[in-house]
């Protein structure tokens, strides 16, 4: 059983939040568009990191991680890449693969719109943990934890926290 952070977007943005959120978590996922090798670093000093780069990633994260992730989390196949979409709207770059061998888990950034939704056709779930950093148009930041073990995905949190003075919240997923 692992406990997983997922974030994207944090556009070199560190928040003392994410330390804070992610320190019960076993790993740490960051769906793209990371911004600097000093966040993957901090990330990485919380717990291990498993990333892939983004759109606005360049140079030294380009070669440290790659475009698209696939590996095994605790029995589940998992998929991960920052230009992704959703379900029933897969970006061309990765439809094929996603339909030739469905993960039990896609992972995809990009949109800073959080999304968690069940693909019932290919029996996959899919979570856009939206954006972390300030970069963009949102007005709330997210982040997403969640259990991984015996090939199921559980527990999904969502942390809001919103922009201002506001207090942030986690809301469980059902």
Same mark, same amino acid.
């Given at each position: 059983m692992k406990r997983i952070g997922l974030l994207s977007d944090t556009h070199g943005y560190w928040d003392? !939040?994410?330390?804070?959120?992610? &320190?019960?978590?076993?790993?740490? $996922?960051?769906?793209g568009d990371i911004g %600097?090798?000093?966040? &993957?670093? !901090? #990330? &990485?000093?919380?717990?291990?990191l498993r990333a892939v780069y983004g759109n606005c990633d360049g140079g030294d994260l380009r070669?440290?991680?790659?475009?698209? #992730?696939?590996? %095994?989390?605790? *029995?589940?196949?998992? #998929?991960?890449?920052?230009?992704? *979409?959703?379900?029933?709207?897969?970006?061309? %770059?990765? !439809?094929?693969q996603i339909y030739r061998r469905p993960p039990k888990l896609f992972i995809s950034g990009h949109s800073h719109i959080l999304k968690i939704k069940y693909d019932?056709?290919?029996? #996959?779930?899919?979570?856009?943990?939206? &954006?972390?950093?300030?970069? *963009? $148009?949102?007005?709330? !930041?997210?982040l997403v934890r969640f259990t991984a073990d015996e090939g199921r995905f559980y527990d999904i949190e969502v942390i809001e926290m919103p922009r201002g003075e506001s207090e942030e919240t986690i809301r469980p997923v059902e």
């Open positions: 003392e !939040r994410y330390a804070k959120y992610f &320190a019960t978590c076993d790993e740490i $996922w960051h769906a %600097s090798m000093l966040i &993957a670093e !901090r #990330l &990485a000093q919380i717990a291990p070669l440290m991680y790659p475009e698209k #992730l696939c590996w %095994s989390c605790e *029995g589940a196949e998992v #998929l991960m890449k920052h230009i992704g *979409g959703y379900p029933g709207h897969y970006d061309p %770059s990765i !439809r094929e019932k056709e290919l029996h #996959l779930l899919h979570i856009n943990p939206g &954006a972390a950093g300030l970069q *963009g $148009w949102q007005t709330v !930041r997210t």
